[in-house]
């Protein structure tokens, strides 16, 4: 790989940026990351999962303290809810409330379903090749950081 090769990958990101940028605007209040959250929350629960604010974090790969305030303010907004474990009260389960999985639908589904026929030249391999680069481009860059910190 060469160095400019890296600056075509960064700016490659930057479009992807631009790219996500186009999406629909959302509902005032409503943060991307909100979609984000909703579409994890689907998932984990189709795999048959209770889901916890741990296991949301351990999903996204983001620190605990960070998702635990995104879930207070989607609840406050009325997306989410908590509930606590029968068994155990201290066990809390986040479940999405109809408000919520309206928004999942209406920014999820049905805006990524109307972009299928646009998509026709892309292939599925192709697809899969820029998820996985983008996931190991990601990698790379966050543990280069953790490294830079510790010096």
Do not use: W
């Not at 959250?37 to 689907?42: P, Q, S």
Request: hydrophobic share 35%.
């Amino acid at each position: 790989m060469t160095s400019e090769i890296i600056k075509r990958m960064f700016d490659a990101c930057y479009q992807a940026k631009r790219i996500r940028d186009m999406l629909p605007p959302l509902p005032e209040g409503v943060r991307a990351s909100f979609i984000h959250y909703l579409d994890v929350i689907r998932s984990l629960e189709r795999q048959g999962i209770r889901v916890k604010v741990s296991d949301i974090s351990y999903a996204m790969e983001l620190p605990r303290p960070g998702v635990t305030r995104t879930v207070k303010e989607m609840e406050e907004k009325g997306y989410l809810k908590k509930l606590a474990s029968e068994k155990d009260g201290r066990v809390i389960y986040i479940t999405i409330t109809q408000k919520g999985l309206e928004l999942s639908q209406k920014y999820d589904e049905q805006y990524f379903n109307s972009l299928l026929p646009y998509m026709e030249e892309i292939t599925d391999e192709d697809a899969e090749c820029m998820i996985q680069t983008v996931e190991k481009f990601y990698q790379i860059m966050c543990e280069r950081r953790i490294l830079d910190n510790e010096r």
